[in-house]
């Protein structure tokens, strides 16, 4: 899948000076920045114009361009250079850009526009930025448009020193909230410490946008596991738009296709495609290793295999858990969950599907197509052993293969609302959760048939008469209809 967007160079204006003698003292410090850069004045009219990796670590001078606006204006190859390790924007405290090892202070970050224009960054080996804190001039910062080709980034106790590992940027403090536009990030990322938060593009973050935003990244690492963001939380962040490609391997926390753990914020027409393996315990998903917050994920799928070590694992989430409202609508998967059995906290769409006492959690309109491949699985949800508030409707599961013979869509063990639900696989009891067996897949090849007739085949779903339905916005689906991919920015 091409995942890159076509971008044209911007063209910015000449502008002719004309300058008195009396008033070039008061010039001189724009001239002198002016050297440091290919062109430019740092106005969003008339960026900064970085063409080398030297004036990429200039731009690092924060208490000068704090919230300045920069553009590439060519492609740059970092191999070699001394400031390929060195992570924009971390010090602000002292005044200069960053030259050697050293602690960390400050107590702001940037606040300016960064656009690569569709110019790559090649072969840095530590992230594009730093922690992110709350931009000195109170706009938070926006980068957009750059694609980062070779990255090889592993967390440096000497530079990285939060734990957290992420191809873009690691962490950041409440209130910094960045945005992501069009950002492709290509390579490795591994958290050698097995703590932290690890991400193909972010390990943690809190109150941000990120749309259409892509990494075809090998992740390895523990905490909170993804890949493309190890955390995403806070009720006004929102993804959409965005995949990751690459297989992620976790050693420790929740593990995701595409985001570890989800506690909050929105999730729109995302996907995942690589394998999730998790070494052993705690959770493990195609998409979400876990979902612990108010949240809504929407016109999702994951296609990779799920593998663990006695986790509670899932083709789509591992976990969905706690007292706030969570809601997944119109979603699916594909991929195989197999490995050590957890009780009957395996699923083909979701392992532990839990709540407390308060507030709902919601499955509606998605099904599973992945085999569940241990002896205590479910077809389609595990059992959290949550309070009577967790909905299943309008969902069906369609596999091969469940080993249990009498889980073909859930135990029933737990407090479990089904509604509308249909489940065609291996197993050949009756299913204790009242779900409706049907003979084989073709049944939902089909608009007539429940539960599908209620889904929106104009606009959400396809249906090709000859296979599962898809979401029409994916590009490797059918012709999507104009409008219905829905970009932020």
Not at 442 to 471: K, M, Q, R
């Amino acid at each position: 899948m091409n995942t890159q967007r076509a971008c044209k160079p911007m063209n910015t204006l000449g502008r002719t000076f004309t300058i008195m003698a009396t008033a070039l003292v008061v010039l001189l410090p724009m001239q002198s920045a002016l050297a440091q850069f290919a062109g430019g004045a740092g106005t969003v009219g008339d960026p900064w114009q970085i063409s080398n990796c030297s004036e990429l670590e200039e731009a690092d001078n924060l208490d000068t361009y704090y919230d300045d606006h920069f553009i590439l204006i060519n492609d740059i190859d970092c191999a070699g250079e001394p400031g390929s390790g060195y992570p924009l924007w971390p010090r602000a405290n002292q005044g200069g850009r960053q030259d050697g090892i050293g602690a960390f202070g400050g107590a702001y970050s940037f606040g300016g526009t960064f656009d690569g224009q569709g110019f790559s960054i090649a072969n840095r080996s530590q992230s594009f930025l730093n922690t992110q804190r709350p931009p000195k001039g109170g706009t938070p910062a926006v980068y957009r448009n750059i694609v980062f080709t070779n990255m090889f980034i592993t967390n440096h106790p000497l530079v990285q020193l939060t734990g957290y590992v992420g191809g873009v940027m690691p962490a950041m403090y409440t209130g910094a909230n960045p945005s992501f536009f069009n950002i492709h990030v290509h390579g490795i990322v591994s958290n050698m410490t097995g703590s932290g938060n690890t991400g193909g593009m972010i390990a943690n973050c809190s109150g941000v946008t990120i749309s259409n935003c892509s990494a075809n990244v090998a992740v390895y690492g523990g905490g909170s596991v993804g890949g493309l963001v190890g955390t995403l939380s806070g009720a006004s962040s929102v993804m959409t738009g965005s995949h990751a490609y690459g297989d992620v391997n976790g050693t420790a926390g929740t593990v995701g296709g595409l985001i570890g753990s989800l506690t909050g914020g929105s999730v729109y027409q995302c996907s995942a495609h690589g394998d999730v393996f998790r070494a052993s315990g705690e959770y493990v998903g195609g998409l979400i290793g876990g979902i612990s917050g108010a949240c809504t994920v929407r016109e999702c799928f994951a296609t990779g295999d799920v593998s663990h070590n006695t986790a509670q694992g899932g083709g789509f989430v591992g976990l969905t858990i706690g007292g706030q409202t969570v809601l997944i609508e119109d979603c699916y998967s594909t991929g195989d969950n197999s490995g050590s059995d957890n009780g009957d906290k395996n699923g083909g769409f979701v392992g532990s599907y839990a709540r407390t006492t308060t507030g709902k959690h919601v499955i509606n309109r998605c099904y599973s197509a992945g085999d569940v491949l241990m002896a205590s699985g479910n077809g389609f949800v595990g059992n959290g052993g949550g309070a009577n508030g967790n909905y299943v409707s309008n969902s069906f599961v369609s596999a091969t293969t469940v080993l249990s013979s009498t889980r073909g869509f859930s135990s029933g063990l737990q407090a479990l609302n089904v509604v509308n639900c249909f489940w065609t696989n291996s197993a050949s009891g009756v299913d204790a959760s009242g779900a409706t067996k049907v003979s084989n897949e073709s049944y939902f090849y089909d608009t007539a048939n429940a539960p599908v007739d209620g889904w929106n085949s104009t606009t959400i779903w396809c249906f090709t008469g000859d296979a599962l339905p898809c979401l029409r916005w994916d590009e490797d689906c059918c012709p999507p209809p104009k409008g219905s991919v829905v970009w932020f920015e």
